[in-house]
C-alpha cells in the first residue's frame, strides 16, 4: 500500500490506521518514522491502530504482498493445514505491527465505540501472544508511571517542608481528585531499529479527521484510571460523611455504590479459613463493611480480634449488632492510617490481618503494605505452612475488564515483592452476577470477571544454605 495511492491530503495517521488494518508493516513502519500518531482514533468506530491489526487477524484483508506470501506457503497442502499456515502469517504480521505501534508509544488501554479496549479485542479472537504482549505493556507504563508519581511525592515533601497538610499517608484529596498526576500516555520499551520513539509530547497534532484518546465517549482517561477498584471514583472524605443504605445484602452510598455486597461471601469464606486455618490466632480486619469476613473470621475461634472501621453509620450498625460484647473482640474506631501508628507504637502483632477498605485507591493499599503489614504481622508465627503471619486484601484492581485485571494483578504483585512479601494466588469462582440481578439498584458494576484471584501473602521464604 503505497502513500500514492492517497489522496495528497490525506492524514498520515489515516494512513496509518488503514495500514494497520491491512497488515502492512512496512508502511507502518514507515508512517510511524514520520511520526504519525499511534494512537489515532477513527472518527466513526474509535478504533487505534492496535485495534485495526488485532481485528485484521480474522478480517482477511491483508495487503497483497501478504496474501502473496500465504499463496506460495500453501502449494501441496490440505485444507486445514492451509488455513493454519494462513493463520500464522496473519497473527505473526500483526505480532509485529503491534510490536512497532507499542514500541512507538501507543496506548495499551484506549477504548472504542464498542467499550473495548486492544486487549478485549485480542482476548475475543483468542489471540494470546498478542494479549500476553499488551498486558506486558500495560505493566511496563503503570509501573513507570508509579515511579513519577513517587518522585513527585518526594519533592512535594520536599517543597512543603514539614507542612502537615502535605502527610503521604492521605493519598486522596477530599473533592475526589488524586494528589497523584494524571500522565498522558502509556509509554513502550527502547528498542533500536531505526524507529524514533514517539511519545505524547512529540506527536503530531490531531487532525480534523482523527479523533484521539480521550474524546471518544467512555475512553480509559489514562494508564492510572484502573489502579482504584472499579466501583465509581469516590474519595475518602465524601464516602465518611455520606449516607449509606443498609439491605439485606447490600451496603450502598449516597451515590448507589456498592460499598460491599453479600455475592462477595465465599470469598470472604475462603479468605478467612486461609488466613487463620486453626484456632487461638491473632487477626486485624481494617474495613467492617457488612462484616461478613469478621463473622467467618469468628468462626474459627480467633484468641484475638480487631476490627478498624471509620465509617460512623458502618461503627453504629457493629454496635447494635453486639460486636462489642462479643468475646476477644477489640473495635478500633477511626481511620486506619490514624489508629494503626498507635498499634506500632504498642507493639501489637497479629497471625492474620485483612485489608478492605471504601473509597481508596491502589497507592493507599500500597502505602499500608509497605508501611505497616511488616510492623503488625508476626514473623515467628507458626503454622503447618511455616513461619510468619500471612495476609490478603480485597483484591478488585481493575476488576471491571480482564485485561486490566491481570496488569493489576502483576502490578500489586510486583510491589508486594519490592515490600519482602511472596504472593500466591487462589483463584475463586464467580458465578454470573447479570443473571442473578445482583446490580439491580447499583449505579456502577465494579465487577464484571468469572474468576476472583485471592492474594495469600507473607513473608519472604529465604532458602536455606548448607
Not at 484529596?173 to 520513539?197: K, M
Not at 466501583?231 to 465524601?238: A, D, I
Not at 484475638?304 to 457493629?318: C, F, T
Not at 477489640?330 to 497479629?350: A, C, N, S, Y
Request: contains cysteine; glycine residues 6%; hydrophobic residues 40%.
Amino acid at each position: 500500500m503505497s502513500r500514492a495511492l492517497f489522496p495528497e491530503d490525506t492524514t498520515k495517521e489515516t494512513q496509518l490506521l488503514l495500514a494497520a488494518s491491512h497488515l502492512n508493516v512496512e508502511e507502518v513502519r514507515n508512517l510511524l518514522q514520520v511520526y504519525a500518531y499511534p494512537s489515532a482514533q477513527e472518527p466513526h468506530t474509535g478504533n487505534t491502530p492496535l485495534h485495526n491489526a488485532i481485528a485484521a487477524c480474522v478480517a482477511s484483508e491483508c495487503h497483497q504482498p501478504l496474501k502473496d506470501e500465504i499463496a506460495r506457503r500453501v502449494v501441496g497442502v490440505d485444507h486445514e493445514r492451509e488455513l493454519q499456515i494462513a493463520q500464522e502469517i496473519v497473527v505473526d504480521a500483526a505480532v509485529k505491527i503491534v510490536k512497532l505501534l507499542l514500541k512507538c508509544g501507543a496506548i495499551w488501554n484506549t477504548l472504542n465505540m464498542a467499550n473495548e479496549t486492544p486487549g478485549c479485542v485480542a482476548r475475543s479472537y483468542d489471540l494470546d501472544s498478542i494479549y500476553e504482549m499488551l498486558v506486558e505493556a500495560g505493566v511496563r507504563a503503570e509501573m513507570l508511571f508509579k515511579r513519577l508519581d513517587d518522585n513527585d511525592c518526594r519533592l512535594a515533601a520536599a517543597e512543603s517542608d514539614g507542612d502537615e497538610e502535605s502527610d503521604l499517608d492521605d493519598e486522596s484529596s477530599d473533592d475526589g481528585e488524586s494528589r497523584r498526576p494524571q500522565p498522558p500516555a502509556a509509554t513502550g520499551d527502547n528498542g533500536s531499529d531505526g524507529l524514533q520513539e514517539v511519545s505524547d509530547d512529540t506527536a503530531s497534532p490531531a487532525p480534523a479527521a482523527i479523533v484521539f484518546n480521550g474524546s471518544v465517549p467512555n475512553s480509559v482517561p489514562g494508564p492510572n484510571s484502573v489502579l482504584t477498584p472499579s466501583r465509581k471514583t469516590v474519595s475518602t472524605g465524601r464516602f465518611l460523611s455520606s449516607e449509606l443504605t443498609f439491605g439485606e445484602d447490600r451496603i450502598l452510598d449516597a451515590d448507589l455504590n456498592g460499598v460491599m455486597m453479600a455475592w462477595e461471601s465465599n470469598i470472604m469464606k475462603i479468605t478467612a479459613k486461609i488466613l487463620l486455618p486453626k484456632p487461638g490466632l491473632r487477626v486485624l480486619n481494617i474495613g467492617h463493611g457488612m462484616g461478613i469476613i469478621d463473622d467467618f473470621f469468628q468462626s474459627h475461634l480467633p484468641s484475638s480480634h480487631h476490627i478498624v472501621e471509620a465509617h460512623p453509620s458502618i461503627i453504629q450498625r457493629l454496635c447494635r449488632n453486639g460486636w462489642l460484647e462479643r468475646e476477644s473482640v477489640h473495635i478500633h474506631t477511626g481511620r486506619w492510617q490514624d489508629v494503626l501508628p498507635e498499634m506500632v507504637k504498642e507493639g501489637v502483632k497479629f497471625d492474620a490481618i485483612y485489608f478492605d477498605t471504601f473509597g481508596e485507591d491502589y497507592m493507599a493499599l500500597r502505602f499500608f503494605f509497605s508501611h505497616y503489614v511488616a510492623d503488625l504481622l508476626d514473623a515467628d508465627t507458626k503454622h503447618e505452612y511455616g513461619l510468619g503471619g500471612r495476609w490478603s486484601f480485597f483484591n478488585g484492581l481493575g476488576a471491571d475488564r480482564q485485561i486490566c485485571y491481570d496488569v493489576y494483578t502483576r502490578v500489586v504483585e510486583m510491589d508486594l515483592f519490592a515490600s519482602r512479601f511472596d504472593t500466591e494466588w487462589q483463584t475463586v469462582s464467580i458465578p454470573n452476577l447479570e443473571m442473578s440481578r445482583e446490580w439491580d439498584g447499583v449505579s456502577h458494576k465494579y465487577w464484571a470477571l468469572e474468576e476472583y484471584r485471592l492474594p495469600i501473602c507473607r513473608y519472604r521464604q529465604l532458602p536455606n544454605v548448607q
